[in-house]
């Protein structure tokens, strides 16, 4: 087996693409179309953990923070909206295409995201082909930065935690990262990490 870096994770938003449906995804929304940001933000925070852990669909979620009041736009145009929000970062997302075609890691995106935006960013983003393993807060049922989902990832994977490296823009994913054992590079931006991982000795 080759000696160091075997896998490599990558957050998503903030990392290869927007933060889409983040802060400012969503005040911009209730700007665009016209509605009450601090009453809807507050149904947001009461069911994102569901919603990004799995247990709630879209509709659902439009239904309980959008929709709990008739709407002069529609579902569609307002879900539109939200794709919209999703744009691919081209530096990244060439840095982890050419990392993963060396062939030497196991790539894998390790993200916070419900089922029905992270399907849409895989596909916008043009990521099926670049990475091994999605492991989504959306399908593992917990998202960062509870430290379970950095062990499931490491489990899944069959990963040693000391030749693992984790991307992400924020540092309270990071810190947990950290703890399980993980190399772990804050995001700034595609040159600056390519030049950590020219440190870690990751090939591209």
Same mark, same amino acid.
């Given at each position: 087996?080759?000696?160091?870096?075997? /896998?490599?994770?990558?957050?998503?938003?903030?990392?290869?693409?927007?933060?889409?449906?983040?802060?400012?995804?969503?005040?911009?929304?209730?700007?665009?179309?016209?509605?009450?940001?601090?009453?809807?933000?507050?149904?947001?925070?009461?069911?994102?953990?569901?919603?990004?852990?799995?247990?709630?669909?879209?509709?659902?979620? !439009?239904? /309980?923070?959008?929709? @709990?009041?008739?709407?002069?736009?529609?579902?569609?145009?307002?879900?539109?909206?939200?794709?919209? !929000?999703?744009?691919?970062?081209?530096?990244?997302?060439?840095?982890?295409?050419?990392?993963?075609?060396?062939?030497?890691?196991?790539?894998?995106?390790?993200?916070?995201?419900?089922?029905?935006?992270?399907?849409?960013?895989?596909?916008?983003?043009? !990521? @099926?082909?670049?990475?091994?393993?999605? !492991?989504?807060?959306?399908?593992?049922?917990?998202?960062?930065?509870?430290?379970?989902?950095?062990?499931?990832?490491?489990?899944?994977?069959?990963?040693?935690?000391?030749?693992?490296?984790?991307?992400?823009?924020?540092?309270?994913?990071?810190?947990? @990262?950290?703890?399980?054992?993980?190399?772990?590079?804050?995001?700034?931006? @595609?040159?600056?990490?390519?030049?950590?991982?020219?440190?870690?000795?990751?090939?591209?």
């Amino acid at each position: 087996m080759r000696d160091g870096i075997t /896998h490599v994770f990558f957050d998503v938003g903030g990392v290869l693409g927007t933060a889409g449906w983040g802060t400012p995804g969503r005040a911009g929304a209730a700007k665009h179309f016209g509605y009450d940001l601090e009453q809807a933000e507050r149904r947001h925070q009461s069911v994102v953990g569901p919603w990004e852990t799995g247990a709630m669909t879209l509709d659902e979620y !439009l239904d /309980h923070t959008v929709f @709990a009041e008739r709407r002069p736009f529609t579902r569609a145009q307002f879900t539109a909206y939200m794709k919209a !929000l999703s744009v691919p970062n081209a530096e990244s997302i060439a840095l982890a295409r050419a990392v993963s075609a060396t062939g030497c890691y196991r790539m894998c995106t390790l993200n916070n995201e419900s089922e029905a935006l992270n399907v849409y960013r895989i596909q916008c983003f043009g !990521l @099926a082909d670049i990475f091994d393993a999605f !492991l989504s807060s959306c399908w593992l049922g917990v998202g960062k930065p509870a430290r379970r989902i950095y062990t499931l990832a490491l489990a899944l994977t069959q990963a040693q935690p000391d030749r693992s490296v984790f991307v992400d823009d924020r540092e309270q994913n990071l810190e947990p @990262a950290r703890d399980a054992g993980m190399q772990a590079i804050r995001f700034t931006s @595609a040159a600056d990490l390519a030049s950590a991982f020219r440190t870690l000795g990751i090939s591209f």
